[in-house]
Structures are given as structure tokens and as C-alpha cells.
């Protein structure tokens, strides 16, 4: 009988009141405020950085898509491999170089030849990579460009081939 008493006396010692677990430590406002503002900071910068990645996805695909050819602006596409650093600083080069023209003057694209689409492409143009291939807003090619071109240079031929088949 002594021990029963003894494991009920200690079952109701292990017991305690809710209201002293329901408190819990106090946070003062400025601590709450604190750890709000870093909440705030962590949101904006994911945020942002979740913004540029949805931008930089959309301005790729674009570039890599194909069916622009032809639509009434001449274009400039890129044979390219992304795996080769001649087509990199090819890219880099074209880009630097395609600035100064707006959407409506001339365009830019990839054939990428890892894909079926820019595989296709170049099969159909006899075009390697590192190649640059330049249309009229009709989708007819009219010049092919190859190697590694200075930015400078490959301004003054974009520049001459937008003002010779350009529609305006």
C-alpha cells in the first residue's frame, strides 16, 4: 500500500500548471520589430532574386526561339554550341554588338545544335558552329559569317546588312 501512495504523490509532483507553460520567455517590441525587419529583408531579397531569374528565363527563351525568322525584321543567328568557348565569346561579341539596334532594326537568336530545332537549322544552312547567318525580314539568308569577329566589326556589318533589308 506505501507504494501506491509514493507513485501517485510523485505522478502529481511531475505535473505543472498551464498557465506557467502558456507564458513562456516575454519578447520585448524591439526584439519583435528586429526580427520583423529581417523577415522583411529575407522576403525582398528572395523576391528579387526570384524576379530576375523569371526575367532572365524569359529573355533566353526568346533568344533561343527560332520562328522569329522570317516575321518581318531581318535577323542575325548564332550557330551555336554551348559547350564551346569560341561560340561563347562569339555570343559575348554579338551581343555587345546588337546594343545599339532596337527590336524592329534586327534581331538576335540562337540555334542552338545540342537541340533538334538549332541542329536542324544549321543541317539546312550547311552551318558549323561558331557561324553567324544573317537574314532578311523574308527569312531568306543572305550573308554567313564565321569565327570569332570583333564587336566592333560585326556592329558595321549588322548595321550595313539592317539598312539594306530592313522594311522601312
Given at each position: 500500500?506505501?507504494?501506491?501512495?509514493?507513485?501517485?504523490k510523485t505522478k502529481s509532483k511531475k505535473k505543472t500548471p498551464a498557465a506557467a507553460v502558456a507564458q513562456g520567455p516575454e519578447i520585448s517590441r524591439r526584439d519583435m520589430l528586429g526580427k520583423l525587419k529581417r523577415i522583411g529583408i529575407g522576403v525582398a531579397v528572395?523576391?528579387?532574386?526570384?524576379?530576375?531569374a523569371v526575367r532572365s528565363v524569359k529573355a533566353s527563351m526568346y533568344e533561343h526561339d527560332l520562328t522569329r525568322i522570317g516575321k518581318g525584321v531581318p535577323m542575325v543567328v548564332q550557330i551555336h554550341d554551348p559547350q564551346c568557348p569560341s561560340c561563347l565569346a562569339l555570343q559575348r561579341n554579338v551581343r555587345k554588338a546588337m546594343r545599339g539596334f532596337g527590336?524592329?532594326?534586327?534581331?538576335?537568336?540562337?540555334?542552338?545544335?545540342?537541340e533538334p530545332k538549332g541542329r536542324s537549322l544549321a543541317l539546312d544552312h550547311d552551318a558549323q558552329h561558331i557561324t553567324l547567318l544573317l537574314f532578311d525580314?523574308?527569312?531568306?539568308r543572305q550573308s554567313v559569317l564565321t569565327g570569332?569577329?570583333?564587336?566592333?566589326v560585326l556592329e558595321q556589318r549588322f548595321s550595313a546588312h539592317a539598312k539594306q533589308y530592313s522594311g522601312k
Open positions: 500500500m506505501k507504494r501506491s501512495k509514493r507513485v501517485q528572395v523576391g528579387g532574386g526570384g524576379f530576375f527590336d524592329d532594326e534586327l534581331q538576335y537568336a540562337i540555334a542552338n545544335i545540342t525580314g523574308d527569312g531568306n570569332i569577329i570583333d564587336s566592333a
